[in-house]
């Protein structure tokens, strides 16, 4: 059973292995376990220009766009992903190859914030940008979903938008069956790993 609009949600296949007592035999089934992404919202003045900026476009945080939208950027942001530019000029391309229509590109860009929400969180997204890394995890999820395109994410991806969902959903009533899933899920990582 799950949500009866996905967008909204990453979806995780996650395998249960059953008994069956009659016959003897174990089988394995997949349930997919619905992570709900949780919104992300600028924390501060420079923040909030720049993801006003880029939602009213409706796209993913271009950090080579801001360093041209907003120049008075480009010194922390090159201070802080110098390192890392052509990763970032790479995604950029490959979000701009997107909004025209590409699929690739659109699953690429997710792949790309995979590798480099790692590095995160910088001086630069602190103090001006944001949690943008997360913004665009969000809104490639969401764009996929829309497009009804499949797609899997990295493990520690997937751990990262649970924890976020879990802190989201302190004080609520727990989702048993949500927290079964994950104990599953957790338990075939480590098996995995074996």
Known sequence: MGPPEKTNFYVEPVEIEIYLKKSGKV???????????????PHNEHSVRIFQHFREIESPIDLIEIMNIFPEYI???????????DLFEKLSMHIQSAAGGSIDSLRLSLYFIELLIKYEPTVAAIDYIGDFQ?????HLIRKLNTLNESFLLEDSTVAYLIKRRNKAWEGRTRD???????????????????
């Open 75 to 85: 010194k922390p942001i090159y201070e802080s992903y110098y390192q890392h530019m």
């Open 27 to 41: 089988r394995t089934i997949i349930k997919d376990m619905y992570v709900e992404l949780i919104e992300v919202e």
């Open 176 to 194: 048993r069956e949500f927290d079964k899933l994950v104990e599953l899920w957790q338990y075939n990582i480590k098996e995995k790993l074996l």
């Open 134 to 138: 997360t913004y665009n995890l969000n």
